[in-house]
């Protein structure tokens, strides 16, 4: 495995983050945070991994279970409600009904 | 390069596309749909990876997640959100450390694999207790006041050094188990401890912060299993949050380490004890009549309107004063709420227009010229002790500068300190009304009083 390759990915990744979530403007903090919270979730990709394993023993599948059971929570709920929030955020002229 | 990797590949685009386009509402929604399509993909790309055999217990688990998952993203009231995002950290980083363990306890691994498997069970494990304890504290389960005792830090960082001691012998001895248990159990308390000292106020970094940790997390798992989406995903997030906090912590003026380690408010409570000084108040009546004659008119929301859920209310107010011609804006300090861009979202809920929600720096410019700063469940982010007072404990942190106005309406129960537990000089400045009662209701006599004066 090359390490060294993945603190590359690592260090361009980060930056890259620095420098889109600065441009957000703080009208949307809240959904943002609930977007990356539901980016986090990524886990489910290890999670998938582990309970789906050929030969894995008991306990690594409940772990595993479990993993994607939460995982899969965060996930979704945290999608739903990004979306949710961000279907109120509308302009508006200030007469206008 | 095989099919999963290219839908790796693809979902990593997206996830940096997603935070693209967060950064305007006009493009936001597009943002959080090609997000879940990353998403998508990255799970199809997994199940289609020949190391994925059970695929039985993979679709109950994904379904029981998904049952989960709805319910609290549909039913969650808007006031909830920073207690569903606490709540939902919490299962993204407990998924984590449970995939952490399950690998461990797999292989055994040596190295590099379990340095990276350490940190990321130890995030994992402090996130969880930590996003529940937070919950708790957002939900008021548990009192939201810091609670801080003698030798806290030491006793904190004490145990975070053991805990990091112990990850370093289990990585020079895989097999030691018995180590294991002691090096989660000390991640788990720790989380909790982290958060006992810290009060409601400061939420908003924290969970800013705890959201860095699951990313951070989430990374670390993308070291030890060798998967850059991973890695990718993790770092978008842990940068994301951190530099969340960073401006949050900006916004008041403290240090990292204050808010984490500073036990906010409690030096202010021997410090308190004022003589009463004379306030003067007003009925509904008056304050809706010098509403009616304003010209321009500033809401500043607080906390405590989320808590009276008073924002549907204020935007009747809003139309209704828009409708006679004055000028209304709404001024939105960057730490108000439990949450970053708390205030934003519930107005947004109660369909008050975006662009009608003005940052403090813009919005202070104008509130000289300002007729009436209504003032609804905020105290600390406009007390001018921070100005004037060095000695105050909020010293130095940016304020809405609400004085200014012409006249300052503040709603408010009583005459109880804000969440810094010391005196606002603002309520007994000669410019002030205090107009005491619940927000919702206060805010909806005052819309009753205009609102007849408009149909007479």
Request: charged share 15%.
């Amino acid at each position: 495995m090359n390490y060294e390759f993945g603190f590359y990915v690592f260090m361009l990744a980060a930056f890259l983050g620095f420098e889109l979530i600065r441009k957000v403007s703080p009208l949307l903090h809240t959904p943002l945070m609930s977007l990356t919270n539901a980016i986090a979730s990524i886990s489910v990709v290890g999670a998938i991994l582990i309970s789906g394993e050929k030969g894995a023993s008991t306990l690594s599948h409940v772990l595993g279970f479990i993993a994607v059971v939460s995982a899969t929570t965060n996930l979704v709920s945290g999608y739903l409600i990004t979306d949710r929030m961000l279907k109120m955020f509308k302009k508006r002229e200030p007469q206008g009904k | 390069m095989s099919v999963f990797q290219l839908l790796y590949l693809i979902a990593a685009a997206l996830f940096i596309l997603a935070l693209k386009w967060m950064s305007s509402p006009a493009t936001a929604r597009r943002g959080v749909i090609s997000g879940e399509i990353g998403m998508l993909l990255a799970v199809i790309g997994t199940l289609m990876r020949h190391e994925v055999f059970n695929y039985e217990w993979i679709v109950i688990a994904l379904l029981v997640g998904t049952a989960i998952g709805v319910p609290l993203a549909i039913l969650m009231p808007m006031t909830h959100v920073p207690q569903r995002t606490a709540i939902s950290q919490a299962c993204g980083a407990f998924a984590s450390a449970l995939i952490g363990s399950a690998e461990y306890y797999r292989q055994f691994p040596h190295g590099f694999v379990m340095v990276a498997l350490c940190i990321e069970m130890l995030l994992g494990f402090l996130t969880t207790t930590a996003s529940l304890m937070a919950f708790g504290k957002l939900n008021e389960m548990l009192p939201s006041r810091p609670v801080v005792y003698k030798g806290q830090n030491f006793v904190n960082l004490g145990l975070l050094g053991v805990a990091i001691i112990i990850g370093g012998m289990l990585v020079a001895h895989p097999e030691n188990t018995v180590l294991f248990p002691i090096f989660v159990g000390l991640a788990l308390i720790f989380g909790v401890l982290l958060i006992i000292p810290i009060g409601g106020a400061d939420m908003p970094t924290v969970i800013a912060l705890l959201n860095s940790y699951a990313g951070l997390s989430a990374c670390a798992m993308g070291f030890a299993l060798d998967n850059k989406l991973l890695i990718i995903a993790g770092a978008l997030d842990g940068s994301s949050g951190f530099i969340l906090s960073i401006i949050m912590c900006r916004a008041m003026n403290r240090s990292f380490t204050n808010v984490l380690f500073g036990g906010f408010g409690q030096l202010a409570v021997s410090a308190g004890a004022t003589e009463a000084k004379p306030v003067r108040s007003a009925s509904p009546e008056e304050a809706a009549m010098i509403l009616e004659d304003a010209r321009s008119v500033v809401i500043i929301p607080g906390y405590g309107m989320a808590v009276a859920q008073a924002q549907h209310k204020i935007r009747e107010l809003h139309d209704l004063l828009t409708k006679r011609g004055v000028d209304v804006k709404f001024a939105i300090h960057p730490v108000a709420g439990r949450m970053p861009g708390h205030m934003n979202v519930l107005l947004a809920e109660a369909d008050v227009p975006y662009d009608k929600l003005i940052e403090m720096d813009d919005i202070n410019s104008e509130m000289g010229m300002t007729d009436v700063a209504l003032i609804v469940g905020a105290n600390d982010i406009v007390n001018p002790a921070a100005k004037n007072d060095p000695g105050s404990p909020i010293a130095g942190m940016p304020i809405l500068d609400a004085y200014k106005a012409r006249t300052v309406m503040i709603i408010k129960r009583g005459m109880s300190a804000g969440f810094a537990g010391i005196d606002n000089e603002l309520y007994y400045m000669p410019n002030t009304l205090m107009l005491f009662g619940d927000a919702k209701s206060f805010v909806a006599s005052l819309v009753k009083e205009i609102g007849a004066a408009v149909g007479a």
